[in-house]
Every structure is written in C-alpha cells, then in structure tokens.
C-alpha cells in the first residue's frame, strides 16, 4: 500500500502522457504499482478492514521524531535534519537498535503526512478552468429553528461566475461535499482548485499544510490541482471573497426557511449560477459565455463519483450509542451495546454499521460545542417489550404526546405489552413518527391503540389524508373479528 500523495502523482503523471517506466523509476515504484493506480477508476474511501497488527520498531520512536521534524517547520532549510541525522541521534542520544533504512523509510513517509511545503505565491491573472473556494456564512430558518451556518463558495475567476452550497460544517466531509456537487453540477473538474488557507480540508502547521485522507482522496479521484493561499492574503483570492459577499446579498435575502438542506442546495446551484446572467465587468463580454471556456479548460468527470465519507472505528456504550467528536451521541440498538462499531461520516449524516459493514442505525449529522444525543425511541422498543418494568422511565414514554402517554399509563400489564408490541412492529415497517401519528389517530377513533387501526392510519397516510364529519365506531368492526374492546 503506498501513500496518497504518490497515488495522485502516478494519476497525473500518466494523465500527461509520461512512460509507466519513467513513472515507475522516478516514484520508486513497480511497473504493476503504476499501472493500477493508473486504471483505478474509485478512489472513494473503503471501510477499514480488521487491524492487522504490524508492529515496527520506530512504533516507540515515531512521536519523538514527528516532533523533530514538525520542529524543523521553523528553521532555515540548511539546519533541518536529515534522515541520516535523524537516524544518528536515534542510536547515539536514545540507545536505538533500529537500521538507517527503517529510519529513511519512516523519515520520508512522515514527511509526507507532515507537509511542510512552501506557501504559494499565486499570479492574479486567471485562466480558465481555475477555481475558488471558500466559506461565508449567513443566517437560516431550518425546519423552524433560527440558525446561523456556513455556504460553500466555488468561483471562477476566469468567468465571474460562482456557485453555492449551504452545509451544516466546514469539514473535509462537507468540503469534498460541496466540490463534487459542483463538479457534477456544471459536468466538469476545474484543473486547479485555490482554497482559502486549508479551510475544511486540513489544518496549517508552521509553512506548511496538512491535509486530510479523504480530501486528499477526493483530489487524486478527480484529478485537480490544489493549492493554499498564504494567511491574511485576500488578495489571492480576491474573486470568491467578492462572491461570498454578493451571494450572501442576493441569495440569502430575507433571511431563506429551509426544510430539506439536501433539496434547498439542488435549487441553490442553478439560483446561483442565474446571478452570473450579467456582462463581466472588466472583458465586455457575459459571464455566462465566459463559464464555457471554463468548461472547455476542464476535466472530465471520472467514471465513479467520489464517496464523501470518513470511516471511524467507535465502541458502543452500555445503551447501544457511540460517541462522535467527542460530545455528539448517536443511537443503534441495545444489542449493540459494548460492541466495536464502524461509523461513517458525511457531511449531513452518520451511519453506523456493525463489523459486517452493514448499517444499523443511520442520523442526521450534529455539529457545533452543544452536546447532542440523536437516541431514537423506535431503538428502545424491541427491549422495552420484554422489560416493560422500565416504562415509566424510557424514553419511548417521554418521546410521546401527552394523550399516547396518558392512555398507555393507564393500561395494566397486559396492555401495556400489547401497546408497546404494536409500536414495535409498525416502527419496523413505517418509524416513528408515521407511528406515532397512526396510534394517535387509532386512540381518538376507538378509545384504544389498535394494530389494524394503527396500520390503516399509516396506510392512509401514505396514500392521501381521509377526513370524516363523525367519529370511526369501530364496534362492529370489533365484533366481526371477535375482537373485544379493552375496558
């Protein structure tokens, strides 16, 4: 398995044209290596397979000699160690018993997770097929609730034109997100990609730029170049800066009630691409007109869309919930509970899977400082069937409306089975809200929550709302089925 980065070589140095040979030798790789990186047409990321435990013996030196090296981020290039060096001071301060070789190996890979490269310096005059990027933000109505969060902003300087998305985050997941709906959007890959000082995509160390797996992934997958403007330096991207402002005016003017975020950015991309039906300022001529040489400078979509998504390994608690970031909780099942769970992250939403890749229980992704707790009641019900003793404190009972909650308390026993069992079966085919709404609907009808009547209620529901001027006696229905009514 090789690193990212000489993947992304590989794919541009055979996209223009160079011998596998030439690639072979100059990246230190087989001719095979080449040409399968080459051909390969998904880079999306995989789930991690069962660890393999590869010890080494720089595994008790890697933390000492990262920080040599991330020291060496401050010092002029001359006085910065070398492998050798790095290797010396191993054997002769610390007592090491590890080869050059290993050392050289380790050296050259950390300094390729590590960055370090120079800032660049970009000319102001931009050719087509060149992007922007960067984040404003602005103020949403989400589902009801008043929320400031950020857009997403692709320009192209070239054109003027420029194109928004609007996302819970600012992360690699939302980044890769943003760039491949766009990408799929206008039905191309700008060659070169400028973000605003590593914005979502990594983080600065120093003079250099550490950048994720998965955007990292994203760009060896469609092929762009990408660079990091220096800090402070808005003149280096001084289009998209301007777009993120006129968007905010044009786009988010008066403040937008959104209910769908997903279907709220499909329309967003054509409203912010009508903006640009203006004549450049400066070329004299439209801006629209002008996109089509960006279009006809670009990439080609490749055959697979990149997956954007991170996969991290997390244990379930005693409840079934695995924690994310530290502070966001999402439920799976109580048979989860103590078990090691894979979790996949996209920008607005987590899956949990179990170790066979199969998902559990999927979310709506939580951002933000605020501790979350996405635990869904329907989770709770096949466990609270056969413990019906905890009731009274579940969340099931606490998730209700106050008539559900009111008439299952009442119950004894033996109803309260009954009750719980049909919310259980109906969850397992319709969820829980479509349940709940049929169960409410079952007890104003007949006094009762019955399984037919909750699995009607869900069925009308689905095909169009029927209304009546009296209320359902559902007495004879009751007596043709030797069904008795409760009390």
């Given at each position: 398995?090789i690193?990212m ?7 541009k140095?055979?996209r223009r044209?160079e011998?596998v040979?030439?690639?072979a ?5 087989s001719?095979?290596t080449v040409y ?6 998904d880079?999306s ?11 080494s013996?720089?595994?008790?030196w890697?933390p000492?000699v ?9 010092e002029?290039r001359k006085?910065?160690h070398?492998?050798?060096r ?10 090491a018993d590890?080869?050059?070789q290993t050392v050289?190996r ?9 960055g ?8 102001l005059?931009?050719?087509a097929?060149?992007a ?13 609730t008043?929320?400031?969060m950020?857009?997403?902003v692709a ?8 194109l928004?998305?609007v996302f819970p985050?600012e992360n690699a997941e939302c980044?890769c997100?943003?760039?491949?709906n766009?990408?799929?959007f206008?039905?191309g ?12 995509v990594?983080?600065?160390v120093?003079?250099?730029v550490?950048?994720t797996?998965l ?17 402070y ?9 301007n777009k ?5 005016r ?9 209910w ?6 499909e329309?967003?991309l ?7 039906r ?8 439209s ?5 089509e040489?960006?279009?006809?400078a ?5 055959a697979?869309p ?7 390994r ?7 919930k695995?924690r994310?970031d530290?502070?966001?909780?999402y ?9 090691e ?13 179990d170790?066979?890749g199969?998902?559990?229980?999927e979310h709506a992704?939580a951002?933000?400082d605020a ?5 869904d009641?329907a989770s709770q019900?096949?466990?609270l069937?056969n413990r ?8 099931v009972?606490?998730a209700?409306?106050?008539d559900l909650?009111e008439?299952i ?7 309260l089975?009954e ?12 969820g829980?809200?479509?349940?709940v709404?049929?169960a ?9 929550i019955d399984p037919?009547a909750v699995?009607?209620?869900v069925?009308r529901?689905?095909?169009g709302e029927?209304?009546?001027?009296e ?8 007596r043709?089925?030797g069904v008795v009514a409760?009390?």
């Amino acid at each position: 398995m090789i690193s990212m980065d000489r993947v992304d070589s590989i794919r541009k140095m055979y996209r223009r044209g160079e011998p596998v040979a030439a690639i072979a030798r100059e990246l230190g790789v087989s001719r095979d290596t080449v040409y399968k990186y080459a051909r390969m047409e998904d880079l999306s990321p995989e789930p991690p397979k069962a660890r393999k435990s590869r010890p080494s013996k720089m595994d008790r030196w890697a933390p000492l000699v990262d920080q040599w090296l991330t020291d060496d981020f401050r010092e002029n290039r001359k006085q910065r160690h070398t492998a050798h060096r790095v290797w010396r001071r191993l054997v002769d301060e610390c007592g090491a018993d590890v080869s050059e070789q290993t050392v050289r190996r380790y050296v050259r890979e950390a300094r390729l997770r590590l960055g370090g490269g120079p800032d660049c310096f970009l000319d102001l005059d931009w050719p087509a097929g060149v992007a922007q990027v960067d984040f404003g933000h602005a103020t949403f109505v989400v589902r009801g609730t008043r929320r400031e969060m950020p857009y997403f902003v692709a320009s192209f300087p070239y054109s003027n034109v420029g194109l928004a998305q609007v996302f819970p985050g600012e992360n690699a997941e939302c980044v890769c997100q943003g760039l491949r709906n766009v990408f799929e959007f206008v039905g191309g890959v700008p060659t070169r990609v400028v973000f605003d000082n590593a914005t979502g995509v990594g983080r600065r160390v120093c003079d250099g730029v550490r950048t994720t797996k998965l955007f990292e992934a994203c760009s060896a997958h469609y092929g762009f170049e990408y660079r990091f403007c220096n800090p402070y330096s808005g003149h280096e991207k001084g289009s998209v800066e301007n777009k993120v402002g006129t968007q905010r005016r044009n786009l988010f003017v008066p403040v937008p009630r959104v209910w769908d975020v997903d279907g709220y950015n499909e329309r967003l991309l054509e409203r912010s691409r009508d903006m640009s039906r203006k004549e450049h300022y400066r070329k004299g001529r439209s801006e629209l007109k002008l996109f089509e040489d960006d279009l006809a400078a670009m990439l080609a979509l490749p055959a697979h869309p990149f997956e954007c998504v991170e996969y991290r390994r997390a244990r379930a608690d005693k409840k079934g919930k695995v924690r994310v970031d530290g502070r966001h909780w999402y439920s799976t099942s109580p048979e989860c509970a103590g078990r090691e769970m894979v979790v996949g992250l996209w920008a607005t939403r987590v899956a949990v899977m179990d170790g066979d890749g199969a998902v559990v229980a999927e979310h709506a992704r939580a951002y933000g400082d605020a501790p979350t707790d996405t635990t869904d009641p329907a989770s709770q019900l096949p466990l609270l069937a056969n413990r019906l003793g905890a009731w009274r404190e579940s969340r099931v009972r606490a998730a209700l409306p106050d008539d559900l909650r009111e008439h299952i308390d009442a119950l004894d026993r033996r109803g309260l089975g009954e009750a719980v069992r049909c919310m259980r079966d109906q969850c397992a085919l319709s969820g829980w809200d479509a349940t709940v709404r049929a169960a409410s609907v079952s007890l104003r009808a007949s006094g009762r929550i019955d399984p037919s009547a909750v699995a009607l209620a869900v069925s009308r529901a689905e095909t169009g709302e029927v209304s009546y001027d009296e209320a359902v006696d559902l007495a004879e229905y009751d007596r043709l089925t030797g069904v008795v009514a409760d009390g």
